[in-house]
Protein backbone atom coordinates (compact mmCIF):
# COMPACT_ATOMS: atom_id res chain seq x y z
CA UNK A 1 0.00 0.00 0.00
CA UNK A 2 1.92 3.56 -1.17
CA UNK A 3 0.88 6.14 1.69
CA UNK A 4 -0.42 9.28 0.59
CA UNK A 5 -0.25 12.43 1.96
CA UNK A 6 -2.10 15.70 0.32
CA UNK A 7 0.03 18.72 2.28
CA UNK A 8 -0.67 22.20 1.28
CA UNK A 9 2.84 23.13 0.35
CA UNK A 10 2.51 20.26 -2.39
CA UNK A 11 -0.66 21.75 -3.94
CA UNK A 12 -0.22 25.60 -3.78
CA UNK A 13 -2.25 26.38 -1.39
CA UNK A 14 -0.07 27.07 2.00
CA UNK A 15 -1.70 29.95 4.40
CA UNK A 16 1.44 30.10 6.63
CA UNK A 17 4.42 29.68 4.33
CA UNK A 18 6.86 30.02 7.22
CA UNK A 19 4.93 26.70 9.05
CA UNK A 20 5.58 24.90 5.91
CA UNK A 21 8.76 25.99 5.54
CA UNK A 22 10.31 24.66 8.62
CA UNK A 23 8.23 21.47 8.40
CA UNK A 24 9.78 20.67 4.95
CA UNK A 25 13.39 21.73 5.94
CA UNK A 26 13.32 19.80 9.20
CA UNK A 27 11.46 16.36 7.47
CA UNK A 28 14.60 16.84 4.49
CA UNK A 29 17.88 17.57 6.64
CA UNK A 30 16.23 17.08 10.06
CA UNK A 31 17.36 19.46 13.49
CA UNK A 32 21.04 20.41 12.64
CA UNK A 33 19.93 21.66 8.82
CA UNK A 34 16.93 23.33 10.45
CA UNK A 35 19.48 25.22 13.25
CA UNK A 36 21.78 25.98 10.06
CA UNK A 37 18.67 27.70 8.06
CA UNK A 38 17.51 29.54 10.94
CA UNK A 39 20.29 31.22 12.01
CA UNK A 40 21.26 32.15 8.53
CA UNK A 41 18.11 34.11 8.20
CA UNK A 42 18.63 37.91 8.46
CA UNK A 43 16.12 37.93 10.76
CA UNK A 44 15.14 34.74 12.80
CA UNK A 45 12.05 34.36 14.26
CA UNK A 46 11.91 33.82 18.13
CA UNK A 47 11.71 30.37 19.10
CA UNK A 48 8.64 30.09 20.11
CA UNK A 49 7.44 31.10 16.76
CA UNK A 50 9.59 28.18 15.13
CA UNK A 51 8.49 26.02 17.61
CA UNK A 52 4.94 26.84 16.98
CA UNK A 53 5.49 26.21 13.03
CA UNK A 54 7.07 23.37 13.27
CA UNK A 55 4.66 21.45 15.58
CA UNK A 56 1.24 23.27 13.08
CA UNK A 57 3.07 21.68 9.80
CA UNK A 58 3.80 18.22 11.80
CA UNK A 59 0.18 18.00 13.13
CA UNK A 60 -1.29 18.19 9.88
CA UNK A 61 1.16 15.70 8.12
CA UNK A 62 0.59 13.30 11.71
CA UNK A 63 -3.49 14.05 10.94
CA UNK A 64 -3.78 12.77 7.34
CA UNK A 65 -1.62 9.51 8.09
CA UNK A 66 -4.45 8.87 10.89
CA UNK A 67 -7.01 9.33 8.66
Given amino acids: ?3 TINVPWRQKKSSNKLQYYYTI ?3 V ?3 CVLLDTIFKESLPQNP ?3 SDSLTEGLKEIT ?3 NN
Avoid: H, P
Wanted: zero cysteines; hydrophobic letters at 45%.
Fill in 1 to 3: MLL
Fill in 25 to 27: TYS
Fill in 29 to 31: GGF
Fill in 48 to 50: QQI
Fill in 63 to 65: IQI
